[in-house]
């Protein structure tokens, strides 16, 4: 069971190596193989996650995550809230903020469940579905 920096650490490493790192060889071992992720209801499982991962990379030059604005732990649930800001820059040169508000649900140092909500600060409109794209 994780203590509250335990899983601020562990979630700090998952972001660097999955989002900003792109690393979809890392994620068998952070994230459960029964996982489950809604991002703006949309539904995935880890393959479709490791599937969205590589659409990022095909589509983005570089993703930069902001340090949690909130962290909220729930020890005895093992569930974390967070709250942050995302920059992404594009191949195509079009660069973006998104707000992202996620709880996840942890056990045993894997991610199990992730429930996401993603809000563009920008208006462009290609931003809307990057927490969802996915090209299979």
Known sequence: ????????????????????NMNTQRIPHY??????????GVHTNRDEFINHIKTLKT????????PFFDFLFDQDKQTATLRYHVNVHKKNGDSGDIEVIAIFELNDYQIVRCNELTFP????????NIGTINKQ
């Not at 994230?31 to 991002?39: A, P, R």
């Open 121 to 128: 600060l920008n208006k462009n409109e290609s931003f809307q």
């Open 31 to 40: 994230f459960s193989d029964t996982y489950i992720q809604v991002t703006d």
């Open 1 to 20: 069971m994780m203590n509250k920096q335990q899983a601020y650490e562990f979630l700090k490493e998952i972001y660097h190596e999955i989002i900003i």
């Open 59 to 66: 589509i983005v030059q570089s993703i930069q995550v902001s």
